[in-house]
């Protein structure tokens, strides 16, 4: 079992920044591909990052693309979500999400293991 506790969330202005990081309880984390997921209120989860398991190979949705960084220290057991330049439309709740022998980091079913989320507020 992965526990998997996410932390950094908050409120800030447009044009802000905030770090999320998501701390794993797993022994073999460097296995795990990591991917970060959102939802807005009233919206469906999306997929917004995600790395490989050595951390060589990122991805993005369109949106957050140039903005937000994924990185990983699989010394720590941890993720972690650089976002730059925010925008109100970034609201949402922010899960973090751990996935073992994945081919899609962009699906959601492709992960075994959730956090519990972290909000993040952008003001206008």
């Known amino acids: 079992q992965v526990q998997l506790v996410e932390s950094g969330g908050g409120l800030v202005q447009a044009g802000g920044s905030l770090r999320l990081s998501c701390a794993a309880s797993v022994l073999t984390f460097s296995r795990y591909g990591m991917g970060w997921f959102r939802q807005a209120q009233g919206k469906e989860r999306e997929f917004v990052a995600g790395i490989r398991t050595s951390g060589a190979r990122t991805f993005y949705t369109d949106s957050v693309r140039g903005r937000f960084t994924i990185s990983r220290d699989n010394a720590k057991n941890t993720v972690y979500l650089q976002m730059n330049s925010l925008k109100p439309e970034d609201t949402a709740v922010y899960y973090c999400?751990?996935?073992?022998?994945?081919?899609?980091?962009?699906?959601?079913?492709?992960?075994?293991?959730w956090g519990q989320g972290t909000q993040v507020t952008v003001s206008s």
């Open positions: 999400a751990a996935g073992y022998g994945m081919i899609r980091m962009d699906v959601s079913g492709e992960y075994n293991y």
